[in-house]
């Protein structure tokens, strides 16, 4: 690695889109074996910079160096030979094949037979076996098929992938989004062995706590701009949300005005036809309600309200819509009753990305949008998309942009828009804030206020616990299928609240 001050220099990057410019004039250096922060709001330019570094893009200006001596990658493979490697935001594996080769993807190891060549499935295993024993991984199976994996396991192979590369400079880009707890407190332990061999990480998150308990260093970021670096421990919370957005957000949380009425929805007994999902699920949502619903992984939250929603079946049970049973059997059935999901995998479940800002966010609602000739009113499409996208700020150079040249946080956006414009009376949000920064964050949140205090029903999953008790009315928690506990939101703690989502454990 030499005697060089820096394994990384990323000086003077700019990077242009038809429309955008992504990066301008960004500067970033990286001491060897530390942690290196890099933050800023959605669209900020973060994801695009390590793609430059990482041989995807290709700079229009600017220089990267390693240990001192310039380099240039017009491809992933070169990046990789030099020693970087790159856990990205979202994984897509190849879910019908087994874990390990998905691990090895790309050098499978090979055994001769004369001009021949067979995969060499036992050394395979044994340095599957052998990385996942390192990483204390060793309960995930090398041979199960990937698509068996929970979203979080998934995650933790795709670390695994970037150490097996044996890199000096590993980018992690979001890399706790999908984890729990104990999962981030073993990624962090993963991080803390790499750092002290000398590798060193940059992490991209929005997760400031996670940032100042695991950094060293912290770049910001702001419309494509280098703000300014930073030594971890002289930040607090504020400063770095104050630098990120360019302005000072004093609460977490928006004021709410809403007061809960009569109930709208009544969920009796409810046990999904699925084995091993939820049991005898019991509770109501109330007009002009925020009902919050925490558990940790493997509370079946997500199965819930996709049962509700008409995604999946439901073996027993009752749901009451105002009064009357209502027979939901389909994800029309429950839009026809105006109801919306905001699902929790933006890319698998949400958005469609080869198609365009405008067409994604009309899809819930296309007969709206249909003429008498049969084709759709452009005009009214445009406008409709026009106000969301000034309504929830989302950052994209032209309506005719396809949707999967934003940003994660400007994709959710997105989905937000889609559903807010079928006027839902009950709105079902999984997760609706993952990955999104703070400043983003407050303006969903605002949202999400905004609707209850106008009488919309909100139902709400989320992992964040700062994000449960700052938003809900009440607060639902769940463990390993079955409701544990339903406490008051302005009452309650999070400590309550852990509780109740260990019960069964």
Partial sequence: MGDAEYVLEMNHISKSFPGVKALDDVNIKVRPGTVHALMGENGAGKSTLMKCLFGIYIPDEGEVRLAGKPVHFDTTRQALDAGISMIPQESMPVPCRPVMENLWLGRIPVKKFGPFGLVDNKRMLEDTTSIFKSLNMEDIDPKTWVRNLSVSKRQLLEIAKAVSYNARVIIMD???SSLTENEVEHL????????????SIIYISHKIEEILEISDEVTIMRDGRHVGTYSAKDLTMDMIISKMVGRDLTHRFPPRSNVPGEAVMKVEDLTSAETKSFKNISFELRKGEILGIGGLVGAKRTELVESIFGLRPIESGTITLDG????ITSPQNAISRKMALLTEERRATGIVPMLSVMENTILANLPRYVKRSGFLDDKRCLADTEKSIE?????TPSVKTRIKDLSGGNQQKVLFARWLLTEPDILILDEPTRGIDVGA???????IADLAANGKSI???????PELLGMSDRIMVMC??????????KTTNQEAIMRLAAQFM
């Fill in 174 to 176: 979001e890399p706790s």
């Fill in 188 to 199: 962090f332990r993963i991080i803390r062995d790499l750092r002290s061999k000398g590798v």
């Fill in 324 to 327: 009357k049973t209502a027979f």
């Fill in 391 to 395: 309504q929830l700020r989302v950052k």
């Fill in 441 to 447: 964050k407050y303006e969903i949140y605002s949202i």
């Fill in 459 to 465: 139902i709400m999953i989320s992992s964040e616990m």
């Fill in 480 to 489: 390993e299928g079955r409701v544990t506990g339903i406490v008051d939101g």
